[in-house]
Structure formats: structure tokens, C-alpha cells
């Protein structure tokens, strides 16, 4: 478990199962499938896979996992407890902030880890008291029912797939330029054909020095502010009867 930093603490852990055979304990298959998933992607993760990297016979596995599907939603969750919940002392956009800062740290540690989160329902201890907590931010923010719900989901996909995208371009830039970087490659070589780009003068030199951290901190204050914008316009229209 990752050390407690102030303003936060650390996601309640998982029981153990009462299915255990000795010399393979559940949390010993989670570890494993995480080490596949680091080594070979999330296409390689099977239970095959997993006996195959553990030196034991695929029945043997079948004590503590029903089949593919028990192992991925298992090492989702076990992620998703590296992700440290924000204190509730914090205000609630501090506390927003904590959880996407500990989507990002999190599963840019593993390969493939936002694409995991997406494919899999967000079912599990671990995982269910992150979506608790953001929900728990934006009641204490001032959203009621349905509409909390609604902004915690989006909330969510915007950070898996921010955090998908960081990591496809981490990919795609360790085989040559990284696709931002082309692109200012490619209009500082235009010329005159730049005129056909007006919009993007300037673009160039932005895109060189742009950093994905910065990208992530931008796109996170914009959603932040216009939840705070939308809501103080509904408290507004609520108190003046319209």
C-alpha cells in the first residue's frame, strides 16, 4: 500500500476470500495478472496466461477465479486500490482534484490500465469508494440525486479517457516524434501554406514545448469551472423562484 500523504487516505482494503488453497492466494493471482499486464497488455491477460506465469495447471486457478472475467474486474480493482481517497475535510473541488490527480498517477503506472478501466463495469470495494467519494464531493458541492451521479460518471470517463490518450501518445512517441510534437513539426514546414491554417499561427512552437501534464491541469480546471458555473447558475435561478 502507497504511503498516506496529507489530505488524503487510503482506500479501504479488500477481505480476503474465504476460498483459499494453500500456496495460491487470491491476492498472489491479482499480483501476478498485474505483472502480465505491465510485461504484455491487456490482450495477453488470461487465466491461460496467468497459470502459464504462475507454473501451475489452468484447475488450480478456478479455487479463487471463476474464469477471465473474475480476473480482469480483481486486477481493476486492485488498482484502483493504489488510488488514494481524498479526506473529507477537504473542500469538494480539492477533492475532485485529489481523485483525477490519483486516476493519473495510478494508471499511468500500467500498461494499458485506462483501457482496463473503460472494459470493465465499475464494480469492486476498491473502485465503488472512488465513485462514492466523487459523488460525496458534489453533494457536499451542492448537486442533488441524478445530477450527481451524472457529473461523478462524466467525471470519470473524462479522466479514463484524458489518461488514454496521454498514454496512447507516450506509445506512439517512443517510436519516433510524439503526434502533437509532428503536427508542429509539420505546420512550421508550411510556409506560405501556413495561410491556409490561420488559426493555428503560432501553433508550432506551443505544441513543441506543450507538456501532457499540462494539458491534463488545463482540461481539469475547465471541467471543474463549469461544473461550478452550471451549478451557482441553478442555485441562483432556485433562490430568485425561476
Request: hydrophobic letters at 40%.
Amino acid at each position: 500500500m502507497s504511503k498516506v500523504i496529507p489530505g488524503s487516505r487510503p482506500v479501504a482494503t479488500r477481505a480476503k476470500s474465504p476460498r483459499v488453497r494453500p500456496g495460491l492466494a487470491r491476492e498472489k493471482l491479482v499480483e501476478a495478472s498485474l505483472e502480465i499486464l505491465q510485461a504484455s497488455g491487456l490482450d495477453a491477460l488470461s487465466t491461460r496466461a496467468l497459470a502459464e506465469h504462475l507454473g501451475v495447471k489452468s484447475p488450480a486457478l478456478y479455487w479463487h477465479v471463476h474464469n477471465k472475467d473474475e480476473l480482469l474486474a480483481l486486477a481493476t480493482d486492485a488498482i484502483c486500490g493504489q488510488m488514494r481517497l481524498p479526506s473529507a475535510r477537504l473542500l469538494p473541488r480539492k477533492r475532485l482534484e485529489v481523485i483525477a490527480r490519483e486516476y493519473r498517477r495510478v494508471l499511468m503506472k500500467y500498461r494499458d490500465a485506462p483501457r482496463l478501466m473503460s472494459e470493465q463495469p465499475p464494480t469492486g470495494p476498491h473502485r465503488m469508494k472512488l465513485y462514492d467519494a466523487a459523488v460525496g464531493a458534489l453533494h457536499d458541492w451542492g448537486f442533488r440525486g441524478a445530477e450527481a451521479i451524472i457529473a461523478a460518471t462524466f467525471y470519470r470517463n473524462y479522466l479514463l479517457g484524458m489518461i488514454a490518450e496521454e498514454t496512447r501518445q507516450q506509445s506512439a512517441g517512443r517510436a519516433g516524434l510524439k503526434p502533437a510534437h509532428a503536427l508542429g513539426v509539420e505546420l512550421s514546414q508550411l510556409g506560405k501554406g501556413l495561410d491556409d491554417y490561420p488559426n493555428l499561427r503560432g501553433a508550432a512552437r506551443i505544441l513543441a514545448d506543450i507538456r501532457p501534464e499540462a494539458i491534463f491541469r488545463t482540461g481539469l480546471g475547465m471541467i471543474l469551472d463549469g461544473m461550478d458555473r452550471s451549478h451557482g447558475k441553478r442555485r441562483r435561478q432556485a433562490r430568485s423562484g425561476n
